[in-house]
C-alpha cells in the first residue's frame, strides 16, 4: 500500500496494525474501530485524550507513552485507527 504523505512509513505501519491491505481499506477498519470505541472504558479514555495525537507518530510509539491503565488489548489497534483517519 502506498500513501502519498511525508509520513507514508507511520501511516503504513498504522495500515498493517489494522490488517488492511489498501487504503480504502484502512479507512473503512479505522472508522469501525472508531465506532467501536465508544462501547469500552480504556477506549474512550483514549478518544478523550487522541487531539494530541499526531499523525507524525507510529502507533506503537503512541501506545508507549501512555500509563499502564490506560492500554488494553484494543489500544494499539484504536491508535491506528486515529492515525489513519487523521493522516489520510
Partial sequence: ????????????????????SSRREARRIARAELRAARYCVSCRWFLLHAPRVTSMASPRAVVDQLDPWERDEHILRLAAAWILLQGI
Fill in 1 to 20: 500500500m502506498q500513501f502519498t504523505e511525508a509520513s507514508s512509513d507511520i501511516l503504513t505501519e498504522a495500515a498493517a496494525v489494522l490488517g488492511a
